[in-house]
C-alpha cells in the first residue's frame, strides 16, 4: 500500500505520525516529572540511573544502535541535563 502513495501523502503520514509523537513525548515528560517530583519528596534522588540504563537498552535493543541515540534524547528532554546512556551510566544500572 504505502508503496504506491504519491510522496505528498506519504509526507502527510509522517506528519501525522510526528504530531503523535510530541503528544507522547509531552506526556512523557509530564509523567517523568511526576516520578522526580516524589522522588525528592522522599528526599531521593532526582534521577534513578540504573532505570535510564534500563530505558536506554530497551530502545536500543527494539530499534538498534540508533536506538540509544533516541532514548538519549527522550530522557534528557525529560530530566533537562547531561546525557542520559553514558558508559558511567549504564556501568551504574549494570
Known amino acids: ?3 504506491k502513495m504519491p510522496i505528498s501523502q506519504l509526507r502527510a503520514c509522517i506528519d501525522k505520525v ?3 509523537l510530541i503528544f507522547l513525548l509531552s506526556q512523557r515528560a509530564r509523567l517523568s516529572a ?3 517530583e ?6 531521593g534522588p532526582r ?3 540504573r532505570r535510564e540504563g534500563e530505558v536506554c537498552r530497551r530502545f ?3 530499534l538498534g ?7 538519549e534524547a527522550v530522557l ?3 530530566r533537562g541535563n547531561e546525557s542520559a546512556c553514558s558508559p558511567r551510566d549504564r556501568a551504574t544500572s549494570a
Do not use: F, I
Not at 38 to 43: E, I, M, S
Not at 65 to 71: D, I, K, T
Open 1 to 3: 500500500m504505502l508503496d
Open 18 to 20: 510526528d504530531s503523535m
Open 34 to 36: 511526576r516520578v522526580q
Open 38 to 43: 516524589t522522588r525528592l519528596a522522599g528526599k
Open 47 to 49: 534521577v534513578d540511573y
Open 60 to 62: 536500543r535493543d527494539r
Open 65 to 71: 544502535e540508533g536506538g540509544e541515540g533516541v532514548a
Open 76 to 78: 534528557r528532554l525529560c
